[in-house]
């Protein structure tokens, strides 16, 4: 089946992790043997060729890097300007990779058609299609520099990622989005921008949604009902997307799946992490729906990340494959499986860029 994506920080793995992401699964932890730089060194699930291999033909791929104030204790960048430098050398490796036919950006809808047709046939090598997004807005230091984003291609944002940011609060922080917030979500209206809820915290979601009209998603975002903190949804904020005909992409990030998770001690085997829970959280979503058309996929996986903190069942993204199955064993028809696997997401970008 194929299969819609809706986060993959595909260049902070390219360039922070010095990951050829043309290579096999495989052959990129084989590289990376003995390397203790990172938690999750010879434990990455995510390749080029490993989406190929799981139908995975389109996604939501990232930019990323966060300004950090002195004395934050997050890790980041110290000046907006660092960081939006950070976002220009990632966008550069996705432009390095269309160029030699790995991947290929979709920015508007003819595109958009043009490259699920290409998906159709059988060619083992197609490009993977990618929507750029950009997690956390601190790297924008002026509406200019949005406006230049959106020139070269960037057609969704979230103005948070953690903690504290320059336009509004994000994951384990407290406060609103203030002027600067403001600014931000009327520019990403004026462009149409895509508005990812995901990352704000509580007040940030709930003044953005007073004053924001435009489109809007939750690229990966679990429920507050299976584990409950203020990183995933509560019940009330999900029925507000799905009055704002949004989509919700589920996450495969342990901690986020089961409670009581504990970074560096707690294992998916031993805490009975499997893709289970991302059917659950996509059943509790389409129960609050009344349907199954606001939720979709949004893995995230090796968002800083890898085996040691994914599904016990997942070894690739290939994985993801099993997840239709699993939705058919709940009593899912095969037109529901087809919304929560691409169509949703698609749908909202035919919606969205017509």
């Given amino acids: 089946m194929f299969v819609f994506d809706a ?3 595909l260049a902070m793995n390219a360039l922070e992790w010095n990951r050829d992401l043309r290579w096999t699964v495989e052959e990129i932890r084989k590289s990376e043997k003995g390397m203790t730089d990172k938690p999750d060194r010879e434990k990455n699930t995510v ?10 033909g389109l996604c939501v791929a990232t930019q990323i890097a966060r300004y950090v104030k002195k004395g934050s204790k997050l890790p980041g960048w110290n000046s907006p300007h660092q960081a939006w430098a950070q976002t220009q050398g990632q966008l550069t490796w996705y432009k390095a990779m269309e160029e030699i036919g790995e991947m290929a950006q979709i920015t508007n809808l003819d595109q958009l058609k043009r490259h699920l047709e290409l998906w159709k046939n059988e060619d083992d090598k197609k490009p993977i299609g990618y929507i750029l997004s950009l997690e956390g807005a601190d790297s924008i230091v002026t509406m200019g520099h949005l406006e230049k984003s959106y020139e070269t291609g960037l057609r969704a944002i979230g ?3 953690y903690g504290p940011g320059t336009y509004a609060h994000g994951t384990d922080s407290v406060g609103g989005i203030g002027h600067r917030g403001r600014e931000l979500l009327k520019k990403i209206e004026e462009l149409n921008l895509i508005l990812d809820a995901t990352h704000l915290c509580d007040m940030s979601f709930w003044e953005t949604m007073k004053v924001y009209n435009g489109p809007v998603w939750a690229s990966h975002n679990n429920c507050r009902k299976f ?3 203020n990183r ?11 009055n704002r005909k949004a989509v919700i ?20 085997k031993e805490m009975g992490v499997t893709l289970n829970q991302m059917v659950d959280n996509i059943d509790h979503i389409c129960q609050l729906a009344g349907n199954s058309l606001h ?3 949004g893995t995230d996986l090796d968002g800083a990340f890898g085996k040691e903190q994914s599904p016990d069942d997942l070894d690739t993204i290939a994985d993801l494959q099993k997840v239709p199955s699993l939705l058919a064993q709940k009593g899912y028809a095969k037109s529901d ?6 169509l949703n997401f698609i749908n909202f970008l035919e919606r969205t860029w017509s």
């Fill in 7 to 9: 986060h993959l920080d």
């Fill in 47 to 56: 390749s080029l060729p490993a989406m190929r291999k799981g139908n995975v």
């Fill in 159 to 161: 103005p948070a990622h």
């Fill in 227 to 229: 584990v409950d903190h």
């Fill in 232 to 242: 995933q949804f509560a019940d009330e904020q999900i029925k507000e997307l799905i």
């Fill in 249 to 268: 992409g589920i996450a495969l990030d342990a901690w986020m799946m089961v409670p009581n998770w504990v970074r560096g001690e707690s294992t998916p």
């Fill in 295 to 297: 939720v979709g996929i």
């Fill in 337 to 342: 499986i087809d919304n929560i696997m691409h």
